[in-house]
């Protein structure tokens, strides 16, 4: 009897069979794939942000390979990084998990399949060249470079050089790197490159 109190007083988590039917035409891993629904469960059970270390510890892994699972879907578009403001009107980030569904559901009586955008390793090559994990900010700003801004991923890479080269670990230093770039039309690294050759040779 205690053993079915304990399972009723758990309480359950609720999640699409739309996630379990079409994961193979997914571009997700299957550890991305747990690390999305301990997201679900933590959103469903708990309130305000969910603690990603709590979380990792929850499936066996370190924390750091727990925020790269995070990074990779947000790359991956299966979930959001959003920022809400709490009661006391502080800004507070949230996780949307609404992208996944919303591309497997049937669009016009066909199903929708996920096409995988480019993989990069920008997230885990910052974090280990800053030599820690990264946070959701942080994430969001790269996540805006990407998509929003549209830097190519070697030109991160190659304003993160740049960074580590100066002994500046800092996403708003390699902000600056880029905003000097686009600001010379420097758009790809071979064009950085040539300018760079170029002053030298003055």
């Known amino acids: 009897m205690d053993e079915l109190n304990r399972y009723l007083t758990a309480g359950q988590t609720?999640?699409?069979?739309?996630?379990?039917?079409?994961?193979?035409?997914?571009?997700?891993?299957?550890?991305?794939?747990?690390?999305?629904?301990?997201?679900?469960?933590?959103q469903q059970n708990y309130p305000g942000a969910p603690d990603l270390t709590v979380l990792a510890q929850m499936m066996k892994?370190?924390?750091?390979?727990f925020f790269i699972l995070i990074n990779n879907l947000i790359q991956k578009q299966a979930i959001q990084l959003k920022s809400q403001e709490d009661a006391n009107g502080r800004m507070q980030d949230e996780y949307d998990l609404a992208p996944l569904i919303e591309r497997l559901l049937p669009a016009g009586g066909a199903k929708t399949v996920v096409?995988?955008?480019?993989?990069?390793?920008?997230?885990?090559?910052i974090e280990v060249e800053f030599g820690r994990p990264l946070s959701p900010i942080e994430q969001q700003t790269i996540q805006q470079w990407?998509?929003?801004d549209h830097y190519q991923p070697d030109l991160i890479h190659l304003?993160?050089?740049?960074?580590?080269?100066?002994?500046?670990?800092?996403?708003?230093?390699?902000?600056?790197?880029?905003?000097?770039?686009?600001?010379?039309?420097?758009?790809t690294v071979q064009q950085v490159q040539a300018a760079k050759e170029a002053n030298n040779g003055l």
Do not use: C, G
């Open 14 to 42: 609720n999640l699409s069979n739309l996630i379990f039917q079409h994961f193979s035409e997914t571009n997700l891993t299957q550890q991305e794939l747990v690390a999305y629904l301990y997201l679900s469960f933590w």
């Open 61 to 65: 892994i370190k924390p750091n390979d």
């Open 115 to 125: 096409q995988p955008p480019k993989q990069t390793d920008v997230f885990s090559e």
């Open 146 to 148: 990407l998509q929003v």
């Open 159 to 187: 304003a993160l050089r740049e960074a580590v080269l100066n002994q500046a670990y800092s996403l708003r230093y390699m902000d600056r790197i880029l905003l000097n770039w686009e600001k010379r039309h420097l758009t």
